[in-house]
């Protein structure tokens, strides 16, 4: 089944705490499937982490190990024990070991899970895309591919074939794909859950062994025969050529005939994460405490330093820093954020859009339509290269942020749509090249850094789009690029604490530190 990206999957979502979309949010997704899969029931686990990916040296203190063994206990990515799971983890019965060996993985962010209980055992290869989005690539040896936005109801059996047969006389799967293959289960996706009494009549079958039932870890669903109206800029202008739709209203098409979806609840759904971005700055700017930290609350004296006139005057850009700053230190306090697009770049675009939409004055409706923008762009990106900065640098997560968040502040100015597109082009072209170099290998510094960079990168290229700046690549083809020059940046500067500013001798004598008072242990 073909899906592609929607706003609140892959672009502003998932709402979380912790240090890092890709491995805190995805892991927990990954647990969540691991927990259904053995039906909440497991004594012991063990974690395989390949040594050439980024995980073998960042699992623990970016959250990794935190985030699975939420999942492992069927929690959200925001329940607010997580920081605990470990030892909640361990109260439960649940023993857990984590190796680091040549498991051959060809992506950086690879899971291998064995599971086992009393009467079963399971294995599970996953990968963490980007974001907080994921692929089950492998169970129990054969290969699938499942995102986690579906009800998947995978029935072992001896006879596969019949088990498909028997359901087609159902009647009930006109929505269902049922997957057989040469697989030792049938594979049922669904946007709701098998019938209770389906489920029963299946396991009274004698060629049943068992029925397991896994629950999406997505908000939105994908639907059978997916269609969108367009999934480029270029498709995008084309559906656009005889509706004169504005951008923020393309955005809300694609959502609801991605989701299968209304309209109205395609906005109200953006209603909800403004309201969480909102409450994030308010939490950072009244000073925000965790002990597992590299930086303080910057963000207090920043703006008791702007109230006092006591800065360069610099009104919109100085608000901007005070909002992604506020956000980027809730996030590092595991406070409840929004990845939009990354938890490492989740304060650039909405730092810049509510920093923006409060300076001009504008409604909170106005501040929900520039959201959607910026999902659309980031729907682009998605599609056609990554906001995993394991795969793409930083240029991944703060590149495109600053690309989405200068399409929405033109938006935002009443710039057209085609200065949006302007101005996000221009802002992923001064984002290529970007290395990702945690210090401490923690997701905050020079991560704060560079989702400042990226909001006042974005605030410049709206201004120029808006005055007729000439972009000259069209923002597809700087997409493109992104991903290839991506993929020519050595893996010691994608997030593996193995080069830049990772490795200077103050960021290991940081690291050394923040070791002896650790949160996020591994097993």
């Not at 053995?38 to 390949?50: V, Y």
């Not at 799971?85 to 498991?103: F, P, R, V, Y």
């Not at 930290?293 to 820093?321: C, H, T, W, Y």
């Amino acid at each position: 089944m073909e899906t592609f990206p929607s706003i609140f999957n892959d672009v502003v979502g998932p709402v979380m705490r912790g240090p890092s979309s890709s491995h805190c949010a995805a892991s927990l997704r990954i647990g969540r499937i691991c927990h259904d899969l053995m039906d909440g029931q497991i004594s012991s686990i063990e974690i395989d982490f390949d040594p050439n990916g980024s995980l073998a040296t960042t699992h623990k203190d970016q959250g990794s190990d935190m985030g699975l063994f939420g999942g492992f206990l069927g929690w959200e990515a925001y329940d607010e024990r997580l920081v605990h799971s470990e030892q909640h983890l361990g109260a439960a019965g649940i023993q857990a070991k984590i190796n680091i060996k040549d498991i051959q993985a060809e992506h950086p962010n690879t899971y291998k899970i064995t599971l086992t209980n009393p009467w079963e055992s399971h294995q599970v290869i996953a990968i963490s895309t980007g974001g907080g989005m994921i692929e089950v690539i492998e169970i129990d040896g054969t290969k699938v591919s499942m995102a986690g936005d579906s009800y998947v109801t995978l029935v072992f059996a001896d006879d596969p074939v019949g088990i498909q047969k028997y359901l087609e006389k159902t009647g009930d799967c006109a929505d269902w794909d049922i997957i057989v293959d040469e697989r030792p289960f049938v594979e049922i996706r669904s946007r709701e859950s098998l019938d209770t009494n389906l489920i029963q009549d299946l396991l009274a079958l004698e060629t049943v062994r068992s029925a397991k039932q896994i629950r999406p870890v997505l908000p939105i669903l994908s639907v059978k025969n997916q269609t969108v109206p367009f999934i480029t800029c270029e498709e995008m202008l084309a559906y656009n050529q005889d509706k004169g739709l504005s951008l923020w209203e393309l955005a809300v098409r694609y959502e609801s005939m991605r989701g299968n979806i209304s309209e109205a609840e395609v906005l109200s759904k953006m209603e909800d994460i403004r309201i969480i971005l909102k409450n994030a700055v308010e939490t950072g700017l009244k000073g925000t405490h965790f002990e597992d930290r590299i930086l303080g609350p910057q963000s207090v004296k920043f703006k008791s330093m702007v109230e006092d006139r006591k800065l360069v005057a610099a009104d919109v850009l100085n608000k901007i820093i005070m909002y992604v700053s506020a956000i980027m230190e809730v996030k590092s306090s595991m406070g409840v954020i929004v990845a939009a697009p990354t938890a490492g770049s989740c304060g650039a675009m909405p730092g810049s859009v509510l920093a923006v939409a409060d300076t001009l004055g504008l409604s909170d409706e106005e501040t929900v339509k520039a959201l959607m923008v910026a999902g659309l762009i980031g729907v682009f990106i998605a599609a056609h290269s990554t906001f995993a900065a394991e795969v793409g640098g930083c240029q991944a997560e703060c590149g495109s942020g600053s690309c989405m968040a200068a399409a929405a502040i033109v938006s935002l100015a009443g710039g057209s749509l085609q200065q949006s597109l302007s101005a996000a082009s221009m802002a992923l072209q001064s984002s290529l090249g970007m290395i990702c170099d945690p210090i401490g290998n923690r997701v905050e510094a020079p991560c704060l850094n560079r989702n400042v960079m990226a909001a006042s990168n974005a605030l410049s290229c709206a201004n120029m789009a808006m005055a007729d700046y000439d972009h000259l690549i069209p923002l597809d083809e700087v997409i493109e690029t992104m991903y290839v020059v991506g993929n020519s940046i050595p893996n010691t500067l994608r997030c593996t604490n193995l080069g830049g500013l990772s490795i200077t001798k103050t960021a290991k004598e940081i690291e050394a530190r923040l070791g002896q008072k650790q949160f996020f242990k591994s097993c």
